[in-house]
């Protein structure tokens, strides 16, 4: 289904986009909160939630911790451009996160079909494979047909999602030792690739407001109002 071609008037969308610690979360928390004090609105997390599944696992006794070591470890190999994709079982799995994103994806455009405004807490895209909410088995490559298969089929759902241009992109830029002090559980080269991504993305042209996320957090949040105010 093509969202954007609906003759039904949707509901306005605005996306927070950033590296991890850019304050995503707390912004399109905080400003749901305000929205709907007088509109219907909602939250939508569009991360694929792996990062929670990931510490569930962990917590299994025993085998919890390895498990967790080895899906990571293949998850990471089949991200990184010019590796080969580890196996049938790793695409499925990076397949069926991608699918769990596209599910949640179309509940919030029935949402916004119904007149909720929405407010994501990050945004598919199709510009940066392998991370960074973008196809997750897009960055690696394959000789196996079935996996060929499910690259294709999950370009396929972010080429849907991402043809859906928010009303307005919130891109927080942070440097790599500020994201790094507020979360220094995740990984610094990771968080250093995206920190140099988020600049590059263009959401296919949707009206992007950067925003510098080591400002005052009050500071911010003005920012943040005075442009939800053009659109709401």
Known sequence: MSYQKSQKPLAPLIAFIGCDGSGKSTLSIDL??????????QRCYLGQGSGNIGRRIKEIKLIGPILDRIIDKKATTARNKGNKIPGLTTAIVIFAFSCIRYYNFQKMMKARQKGVITITDRYPQTEVSGFYDGPGLSAAHTTNWLISKLVKWEYKLYD???SVKPDVVFRLNIDVDSAYQR???HDYDLLQLKVDATPKLSFRGARIVDIDSTLPYKEVC????????EII
């Open 222 to 229: 003005q920012i943040v109002s005075n442009v939800v105010k």
């Open 183 to 185: 979360k220094q559980d």
């Open 160 to 162: 849907q999602m991402a």
């Open 32 to 41: 749901t909160n305000v929205l709907s004090q007088s509109y219907p609105t």
